[in-house]
């Protein structure tokens, strides 16, 4: 079993930034994804990035170029620095791991991150 714990999460207004941080309870071993997903009210749980154990990313729609997405160098800790916020990036934000063998997955609780005008 792994735990995830989100940090980060906040109030904002549209122009600025924020950093999310999310650390895995432990190591997982071999070739699995880290990333993110958001939720906002009424609406699917999106995509925002994603991260390999071998360094590949995804963005999700409407966040290239603003978002980067990274982890460090034990794999067990992801970040998402969010730049040029919008209101439209307003939601709960979940940490995501799946391993890619067992296809087992992962979510954090999810931090809030609203964005006003």
């Known amino acids: 079993q792994v735990q995830l714990v989100e940090s980060g999460g906040g109030s904002v207004r549209a122009g600025g930034s924020l950093r999310l941080s999310c650390a895995a309870s432990?190591?997982?071993?071999?070739?699995?994804?880290m990333g993110w997903y958001r939720q906002a009210p009424g609406k699917q749980r999106d995509v925002v990035a994603l991260?390999?154990?071998?360094?590949?990313?995804h963005y999700g729609d409407g966040v290239e170029g603003r978002f980067t997405i990274s982890r460090d160098n034990t794999g067990t800790t992801v970040h998402l620095q969010m730049n040029s916020l919008k209101p439209e990036d307003t939601a709960v934000y979940y940490c995501?791991?799946?391993?890619?063998?067992?296809?087992?997955?992962?979510w954090g609780q999810g931090t809030q991150v609203t964005v006003s005008l």
């Open positions: 995501y791991v799946i391993h890619a063998t067992t296809m087992t997955k992962y």
């Open positions: 432990r190591i997982i071993s071999g070739l699995n994804v």
């Open positions: 991260v390999s154990s071998t360094g590949d990313t």
